[in-house]
């Protein structure tokens, strides 16, 4: 599997191809430690083994079992291909229908090593936002993507293609649903058993429906939030030397630095996985590192562009530091760790260093709960002690907002508090992919959403909506200044119904032209009409998009720990619109 033809062709159906275990200069997912009673196992390798032929079962069965004892599931490490996984130009992909290698091309992009977070796990972002549960079930998407005609649907189940039926042009060309577990079974413990057994996954939101973009996709998100929150809380319209303190820099959570930057505040960005800090460094997304804190006081008066990153606990020394000299040294904070799995390394205990924490998790779980529960009280503590003085601190829809409830802690969602006011206009986000891979096209699309918004404010907007286009302007214009692009040319623009269709018709004609080269704690926090716990929106929302001509959809359950999520694309033939 050393070129895409090979990739596609899916499962050597004559030999098994050398089995190369673990690449150790990749970061990978925490060993997962699910409660497996012995019959269970036994469906796990039946589960596992059904992708190939029996004459290879007796030499797989004993390497998916050691897996499965090793690492809590089965990832079929043999089968992870040699290719360089990139997302390449969509001509270069075997296939007969454009829009299935569209999708290909997206697969791809969220298992490039730049882009996922574990990528032999097949982990995008969040700790355990799976593209597919294991590499047979990749090499057997790519094949009947690589086969399928614009008058075929496939079929995906948490990972699992259920198969390819026949359907007309103007359906989705992949229908996704990712752990829909049922609501007496959707609890941690649950999902962590059938994630081993190999029958759900979860998704998170742009992982499963194989729709990331890279950091970039939450950047736009978190600058817009950090904006509105000085509006809101500081009353200020300029950030310049006003400083945010977070944490987390995998995945999703490595926009903080870039959107702090460019909002013109300090970024402080505490991370203890040294993996992710020197991915971000490298990438260009953090200016700094640091190994402890230090006397922030000397830094952020005379550089405003700073980004920071240490492994102390960085919200119980600015309270030390507000104790000790009176000086408040933070204006606002968040927190983008991945709370959604606190226990299996999506949050990291202050006691411990990252190695033996990694250690903890795996010998002695319950230990490590409890430190967990130990830290979560201690920052909950620092949080309150810096918000009595000051310190203006929001959920950032991660799941910290349930960990800390649980220790007698309350701050409100972004969503409900800062960017509930953005939503009730209509704005949200609003992502291309320009599926040649050339970043020239990327400029001229920067250039079109630049003068489509600029029409915009020219014709006149209200006052709410005049300061969000002005925001997204001013975003549009110096997001290539900024090197957003890791993985695929993609950017990302909030936008309502007047601006989506704006910049589809002028998307559109560009193509034509050939201008451009042929958790109740999430996003549904605090709803006003009591209907936060229901799905039928979500649900009715891909029914509805299914029949109105998109192109692929997905419905995510967050088994257990999320809510309910959906994603709809929309493909014209040279850029994939997503929404």
Known sequence: MSSLKELCAGLPPDHLPENRGRD?????????????????????????LRYFTPKFHKALAPEFLSELQQYGHIYMYRFCPKIKIRAFPIWEYPCAS???????????????????QFPQELVTYGGNGQVFSNWAQFLLVMKFLSEMTDEQTLVMCSGHP??????????????ISNGMVIPNYSSREEYERMFALGVTMYGQMTAGSYCYIGPQGIVHGTLLTVLNAGR??????????????????????????????????????AEVDEAPLLKRYQQGWLMEINSRLGPLHEKHPVNNEMNKSNVECLQERLVHEMEKTGEMLVDFGSDQTSCHNPYKGGYYPVQLDFQECLRVMHCDPQRFRRLVDESLQRQVEAINKLAAHG???????????LQAQRAEFRYPSYVQHIMGDIFSLGFGPFRWICTSGCPDDLDTTDKIATDVLKNILKEGVSEPLRKQYQDNLHWIQEAKNHNLVVGSQARILYAEQRGRVALAEAFNKAVAEETIKVSPFRETSNIYDGSAFC??????????????????????????????????????????ITS
């Open 24 to 48: 150790s200069s990749l970061p990978h997912a925490p060993v997962w430690a699910p409660k497996l009673t012995a019959e269970d196992k036994k469906v796990a390798l039946r589960n596992a």
């Open 98 to 116: 454009q829009q299935a290698a569209a999708i290909m091309h997206m697969i791809m992009n969220n298992l490039d090593p730049h882009v996922a």
């Open 162 to 175: 259920l198969g390819i039926f026949p359907s007309h042009r103007d359906a989705p060309r992949v229908v």
């Open 232 to 269: 809101k809380y500081l009353s200020l319209e300029k950030l310049q030397g006003k400083v945010f303190v977070t944490s987390g820099l995998g995945g999703m959570s490595g926009a903080q630095a870039k959107a702090a930057v460019i909002a013109g505040c300090v970024g402080v960005i």
């Open 391 to 401: 310190l203006f601190f929001w959920d950032y829809g991660n799941g910290f907002l």
């Open 535 to 576: 799905a039928d929106m979500a649900v009715q929302n891909v029914i509805g998009d299914a029949f109105r001509g998109a192109t692929w959809v997905a419905l995510h359950n967050g088994g257990g720990v999320g809510w309910y999520v959906h994603h709809v694309r929309i493909i014209t033939d040279s850029l994939i």
